[in-house]
């Protein structure tokens, strides 16, 4: 199977997720259009969509998956990153280096098990080696147990387990893959990738 990857500019990226986190009902918070932009202005990052046909529709292809990173810097000013660098800081280099945050993404429940999350991961991987990135790194928490299969499919790293105080489930898993060439020889997808109008 071929997935047709979309890499979208800002603003009309920031609108599309806006619309495809619509789709997530395990999603309580949903992130804004202007939240992402807010996020992303003045910083280098990938917005990136992965399209399916519809079942039933001739030839009508919506998008099913999404993945959105970021460039992460060692001083960061909004109060969410500052806190994320400080958590890693003991197991992730920044001196120089450039690390890649993998923000936020996920695949509608109709679609999952189909690779698009895989295709879109390491596209993300070789957009970050092609822009001179040293590591990817990745946040999520205890209870995510399909997402932390899929990072350990993925060949992420642990490197860091932020116990909850009350709650196990509610752990943060902090993991992360260094980007090399030989990152990029084992991917298995195919795609094409295009730029959105």
Known sequence: MEHT?????LEAGALEIEYIEEHFREFREKKTAVEIAERLRDREHLILLS?????????????????????????????QLIDLVGQIRDVVAFDN???????????????RGQGHYRALTEQQEEWAHANGYD????????????????????RFDVVKF?????????SKVYLSKR???DVLREH???????EAA
């Open 188 to 194: 298995r997808t195919t795609r094409s990738v295009v």
């Open 162 to 170: 932020q116990r909850h105080l009350t709650d196990n489930r509610e």
């Open 97 to 111: 280096r450039k690390v890649f945050y993998s923000w936020i993404g996920g695949t509608r429940e109709e679609w």
């Open 51 to 79: 399209m399916a046909p519809v079942l039933g529709e001739d030839g009508e292809v919506i998008p099913v998956a999404y993945k959105i990173g970021h460039e992460l810097r060692s001083t960061e000013t909004d109060i």
């Open 5 to 9: 990857i979309v890499q979208y500019t």
């Open 135 to 154: 590591e990817l790194v990745v946040k999520t928490k205890n209870k995510y147990y399909a997402m932390r299969g899929t990072l350990d499919h993925l």
């Open 179 to 181: 980007i090399g060439s």
